[in-house]
């Protein structure tokens, strides 16, 4: 690329995340260089399998990079930027989606707006090492280098498959809704070009709280795609039974389930009836006491589906969804709006843990927003209970300080084979290489700091390095 005048290079460094000792930093430089080139395996993510089964080029670097990733719109919304400026459709119809260059252009002049956040370490990752870029983005430079990724899209090693490849994935998992088709996964699994693998995740919490306005529909689907009634609460059982087990056929080994709090007491056949009947005629059928006691209930027959049907059952409660309502009316939802709340798991969990924590082959992968339960809740658990496993930071907190942070809080209890491997959690395709590295990083780091404490052996350390990103996470997910 023709370089811009007083530009500031884009070369990240090689020690980046590691510890200044020279000591600590040479052990960490052994230990990522031992999983630096290791297959990634993604257990939780939102990519779209059809992108990768239609193998179609990306459209432009605006669409690609920015408008699908809520990390970075709610950055740039956050200083000052309209969400109708980075590509995202106003629902109202009174608003025009501006052309790529100009969304790329707007990204260019906040650049600064992501210092020091893990957006930034992603995007400077991914725009050195998949694109080629040697300069930080700028006004200056910000058409150049729109021109430069535009004009690589459309090159066939850009493409979706291509790019899997060259990115090392192994496995990666979508996020599916309860009545998909999932004809892109049977798509991917029967074509013999194809060397990866791409598997479905059920995310049914739709159905949990029949306070939603959209309930009677999505329960309706369900029965829709199950070929069964779910005008009984028992229809809606079977219903959900009958889709996971579609879901295992086409190579799902998860369930993913975010709800408001994790409470799981079990409601009488009786009263569940009651209440889903009452749901039926309308969201003001039920009171809000009643809806949430048949979501607490919709928990504890989920843990019960699983210890059944063998499906890794992840809850990562403690969001709350959509905080800005006229954002939601006017861009829809997973548009940054999103907002941790308080975390609790040790109390509220207790119910389904009695019934199902020691069950064998069932797997619960606890996740939070809220990372002081991490030490105080997750790691405890975990600790004891054989289904439970502490999952990675995520959302908020994957940060480099947090994943230390959280090693650090989750260690102690139950050491690294009850926790998850590294969450990716990203609809961004192309940041998925750049933020398992980062995690690899920042596991180095903190693997290091225990070798040259001398509370783990080097050989031990570079041991369990690798199985972070391998076997651990080929477990804890039935890969």
Known sequence: MPRTDNATPLAPHPDRLFAADPGARAVARTLYDAVAHA???????????????????????????????????????????????????????????????????????????F????????????????????????????????????????????????????????VLATTDA?????????????????????????????????SRPDWRLVVASVGQAAGIDTGTHDGLLAALRARRQYFIEHGATATDTGVLDAGSTPLSPSERARIHAASLQG???VTAA????????????????SVDDGLVMQLHPGVVRNHHTPTLE????????????????????????????????????????DETVFSREIG????????????????????????????SAITDSTSFTKTSGFIDDTRAYCSIPARHDMARRADAAYL????????????????????????????????
């Not at 608003?95 to 790329?104: A, E, K, L, S």
């Open 39 to 113: 297959p990634i395996i993604s257990p939780h993510g939102h990519v779209d399998a059809a992108l990768i089964a239609d193998d179609q080029p990306f459209a432009d670097p605006a669409a690609l990079l920015i408008t699908p990733d809520h990390y970075v719109l709610r950055l740039l919304h956050a200083n000052g930027v309209g969400l109708e400026a980075l590509g995202r459709a106003d629902l109202s119809g009174t608003g025009t989606v501006p052309p790529g260059r100009q969304i790329w252009r707007t990204l260019a002049e906040h650049w600064d707006d």
């Open 115 to 170: 210092l020091g956040t893990p957006v930034r370490y992603w995007f400077e990752t991914e725009l050195h090492d998949v694109f080629g870029l040697t300069e930080q983005p700028s006004a200056a430079n910000a058409d150049v280098q729109y021109d430069h990724i535009a004009a690589l899209l459309q090159q066939p090693q850009m493409r979706p498959r291509a790019l899997f490849d060259a990115f090392g994935i192994e």
């Open 178 to 210: 309860p009545d998909a088709d999932l004809a892109a996964h049977a798509q991917l699994a029967a074509d013999p070009t194809f060397r990866g693998r791409v598997v479905p995740t059920f995310r049914a919490d739709a159905v949990f709280d029949p």
């Open 283 to 285: 969201p003001s059928g």
């Open 290 to 305: 009643e809806a949430v006691a048949y979501r607490h209930d919709m928990l504890f027959r989920w843990a019960e589906m």
């Open 330 to 369: 006017r861009f829809g939802p997973d548009t940054g709006h999103d907002l941790p709340a308080v975390g609790a798991f040790t109390e509220p969990l207790r119910p389904l843990l009695e019934s199902f924590g020691t069950a064998p082959g069932f797997h619960l992968v606890l996740f939070t927003v």
């Open 380 to 407: 405890p658990l975990a600790g004891f209970y054989p289904a439970v496993y502490a999952g990675a930071p995520w959302w908020f907190i994957d940060t480099p300080a947090a994943i230390g942070r959280y090693r």
């Open 448 to 479: 290091a700091s225990l070798v040259v404490t001398h509370q783990l052996s080097e050989e031990d350390a570079v041991r369990t390095a690798r199985r972070i990103v391998s076997d651990i996470p080929r477990a804890t997910f039935k890969l």
